[in-house]
């Protein structure tokens, strides 16, 4: 997913917004709206390493953001109003549509009361795969791999590697490196490499993966809920884009009838595991289409354009940075002035080989 982070990043946002050119812009640069991404919604950890920082905000964060939408007189709509917002001509009032990926656990203690309060829309894609308990989040794995070892080897494109990591930096580093090779693979070939990783270095990997998605009974509940839209996000979350389009297609479609069955209701919308360069593409977007889907996201920075300028099954979508809190660098953010793919700042490409 894109990541926005980064000191000189977060400088740039403030003097747009001190300046004015951000709202001064907004009407050239902002189009009909935009889609807010979030996946974890819980407090601030203390651990020093987090290397998926950015995709964490606060609830208090999310609190705030809500009520200055409000205030800045953005629209909030459902997802399946965007793509009617998306052709009509533009309008003085622009939307925001939140979006929340994974189906965590932690969207049930700490989202959900905020959204309740707030009484505004939202969607929440689903993996029903991890709600079933048979996902595997090899990217949390990984994690705990890196976190525990300064000297880690693997088989990498069928020879061994071994890299150090002593320090934090070092560490942030080699996670970098590790996760970007694993988004290069098939998923049984990132299957075969987490299992050989974990079972080095005594991770369980089942277990890291038991638990961090909310249960049948908290979508059923959602479910309920007139606010909220229930959304696939395939059965096992894999990067479709290093799949047979067989494999591909019977992903999009049993999440879709999972979604329907175990919850009474149609499932129309849809968001592209990962969702970033290299994660989806043409055949998937025609594959989306041809699973039933009226719409589907993906991790790509941009905005909504008005006069049908957007295409509904590849709708771009700002990925919030839970490292920024500021409310400016949101207001910014929403103008469109700076919305584009950044190269996540906290991963060097170098590292201490052995």
């Not at 009909?32 to 609830?59: C, N, T, W, Y």
């Not at 009361?113 to 989040?137: C, E, K, M, Q, W």
Request: charged fraction near 20%; aromatic fraction near 8%; hydrophobic fraction near 45%.
């Amino acid at each position: 997913m894109p990541f926005q982070g980064g000191l000189l990043a977060n400088i740039g946002l403030e003097l747009a917004h001190f300046s004015g050119l951000a709202r001064l812009m907004e009407g050239r640069t902002g189009g009909a709206g935009v889609i807010l991404g979030f996946q974890h919604v819980r407090p601030k950890r203390a651990d020093a390493f987090q290397p998926l920082r950015a995709q964490e905000v606060s609830p208090e964060f999310l609190d705030r953001a809500i009520t200055a939408l409000k205030t800045w007189n953005f629209d909030i709509l459902p997802i399946g109003d965007v793509a009617g917002r998306a052709g009509q001509a533009a309008l003085a009032r622009r939307f925001v549509s939140l979006t929340f990926d994974g189906a965590y656990r932690d969207f049930m203690m700490h989202a959900y009361p905020v959204l309740s309060r707030h009484r505004v829309p939202f969607t929440v894609y689903v993996p029903t795969g991890f709600v079933d308990g048979i996902g595997r989040a090899w990217w949390l794995a990984l994690e705990q791999v890196v976190a525990r070892n300064n000297r880690i080897g693997l088989v990498m494109n069928r020879s061994e590697h071994h890299f150090f990591a002593a320090t934090l930096k070092e560490k942030r580093q080699l996670y970098g490196i590790l996760h970007a090779w694993m988004m290069t693979l098939a998923p049984d070939d990132v299957a075969v490499a987490i299992a050989d990783l974990c079972s080095r270095y005594g991770v369980d990997l089942a277990a890291v993966s038991t638990g961090i998605a909310m249960g049948w009974e908290d979508l059923a509940k959602l479910a309920r809920d007139p606010q909220a839209t229930i959304a696939s996000a395939t059965v096992n979350y894999p990067n479709l884009a290093h799949m047979k389009g067989t494999h591909v297609l019977r992903e999009m479609t049993m999440g879709r009838t999972v979604l329907e069955n175990a919850l009474g209701g149609t499932c129309q919308h849809f968001a592209y595991p990962f969702g970033g360069e290299g994660s989806f593409g043409p055949r998937e977007i025609l594959l989306a289409k041809e699973a039933g889907f009226s719409s589907a996201v993906t991790g790509k920075s941009g905005v909504i354009r008005s006069d049908g300028r957007s295409d509904p099954m590849a709708l771009p979508r700002i990925m919030w940075d839970g490292r920024r809190t500021s409310l400016r660098a949101l207001r910014v953010v929403l103008s469109g002035l700076t919305v584009r793919r950044e190269k996540r700042r906290d991963v060097e490409p170098a590292i201490n080989y052995g």
